[in-house]
């Protein structure tokens, strides 16, 4: 049975790192849906992509969903204007769904406070943070950990995509 993947998603986002997991977990019979501050309304890529938004983030509740996944770019740092994104993906954690973070989007995590003694990466220019933030920075193209997966940036995708699916197949 496909699992229900909350994705926490706004303008600027990566392209990639969105469309193609959300491709790939599609492919294996689940459910992406896009959540940023408003319903329905599109929001676009660094590199043009358009996305419309399935759910606003006053209307979603974690308890509702099977896996979390924030893809990079500039929109996890322009997320985190609002704390109602960093709780939501705190009740990932704290009940141990899989959550999915590629580039920039363990920028999200840094705001659940859970992050200490879990293994992760991300883009480089984060690294500083989530290391303030308590975590174990790997430079590797994928890191698994307490059931997180993050990636580093684009070059890294099928990496990330397999052992996403991993987790979500279990």
Known sequence: ????VATLITDLFEDV?????????KDA???VITIDIQAGKDITGKKGETVKIDKGIGEVNPQ?????????GFSPDLLREDDRFGEFAKAFIQEGKPVLAICHGPQVLIDTDLLKDVDITGFKSIRNDLKNAGANYKDEEVVVSNNIVTSRFPDDIPAFNR????????
């Not at 049975?1 to 229900?4: A, D, H, I, Y």
């Not at 790192?17 to 977990?25: G, L, M, N, S, Y």
């Not at 052992?163 to 279990?170: C, D, F, G, I, R």
């Open 163 to 170: 052992e996403s699916l991993k987790l979500l197949a279990e």
């Open 1 to 4: 049975m496909g699992k229900k």
């Open 29 to 31: 019979g689940h459910q």
């Open 17 to 25: 790192e969105f469309t193609e997991p959300a491709q790939a977990f």
């Open 64 to 72: 509702d969903f099977d896996a979390l996944l924030i893809p990079g």
